[in-house]
Each structure stands twice: as C-alpha cells, then as structure tokens.
C-alpha cells in the first residue's frame, strides 16, 4: 500500500471510482493523504497521475501516462532563473488569457501546467523535449515569437522525418 499526501484531495475524490476502473487499484481517503492498494506498478503509476493532477492537469489528461510512451516531466522555474519576480514569468508562460501556453501545447503536441512555480508537460518522449525547451526559453526570457518559430521548425522538421521514412526514400 501507498500513501501519498495531496492538497487537491477533493479532485481526485471526485475521479475516484474512474482512476480505480482505470488502473485495477482501490483507492481510500484519510484527511488529505490518499492510499493506493494494488500492484507495485499500477502503486507507482497512480502516484504520478495523483501527482500530474496536484499540478493542474484534468483527470483524462492524466490517465494518458498508462500509455508507456507519454511521459510526465516538472520543471522548476527557480532552478532555470534567478530572477524575483516568479509572477511576471509565470505569466509570461502563460500568456495573456493562455494564449502562450495553448500555442505551446499546440505545436508540441503536449499538454502544459503552470501551478506556483513549478511547470508540469505531459508528452510523448519525442514531442515532450521540444515542449521542454519551449518552456525554459521563455523562462530564460526569449521572445514569444522565437519560442513559436522554434516549435515550427520542429513539427516541420518531425513531419518531414515521418513522411520521408513512409515512402521508404531513406535508407
């Protein structure tokens, strides 16, 4: 049994009986420590969805990480800048209305978090370093735009890898 403690008891409650249907484990609550019963790798694998959803990510979201191709990757925004002001580049990640974080997610193919001063990116292990480098360009204090062309030529660059591998004219 594992037992893990969340801030964000009550959103995990109220995916309980999915994350249990999910991921063959059974679920209980003491205050705001949850338990998990079940195997060691469906123990481990509800830890980091418990923990994927304290960082703001849906339920649905989460649950991508059974797929042993998606990853779950935090980024601690302290531990890129010196700066003080951690809202202004919260903000910047963000973007006006999440403008910024949406086009991320967009052209990375990846999912993104900001939750105090840590960044969370759900991914598939291709598209989820591209996503990584997005955040902590901005988090360096790149322009928007420059992040936006970067992730550009990435896509552009994996769809081209895909399309000449499918016609089998590399070798």
Not at 47 to 75: C, H, P, W, Y
Not at 117 to 138: F, W
């Amino acid at each position: 049994m594992e037992k893990i403690y969340s801030q964000s008891a009550g959103k995990i409650r109220q995916n309980k009986h999915k994350l249990e249907k999910e991921l063959n484990v059974k679920i209980s609550f003491t205050g705001k420590t949850v338990n998990i019963e079940g195997r060691a790798v469906e123990e481990y694998l509800v830890s980091n969805i418990v923990e994927a959803m304290e960082l703001g990510f849906t339920a649905e979201q989460a649950l991508l990480l059974k797929d042993e191709e998606v990853i779950f990757e935090k980024i601690n925004i302290k531990d890129i800048t010196k700066r003080h002001d951690l809202a202004r580049v919260r903000g910047r990640i963000i973007g006006t209305h999440g403008k910024t974080r949406e086009h991320i997610e967009e052209l990375s193919d990846c999912f993104v978090s900001v939750h105090d001063n840590v960044v969370g990116i759900i991914g598939k292990s291709e598209d989820i370093k591209k996503a990584i480098q997005a955040v902590t360009s901005i988090i360096q204090g790149s322009k928007q735009s420059k992040v936006y062309s970067y992730l550009e030529r990435e896509r552009a660059k994996s769809k081209q890898k895909g399309f000449d591998e499918d016609l089998g004219l590399r070798e």
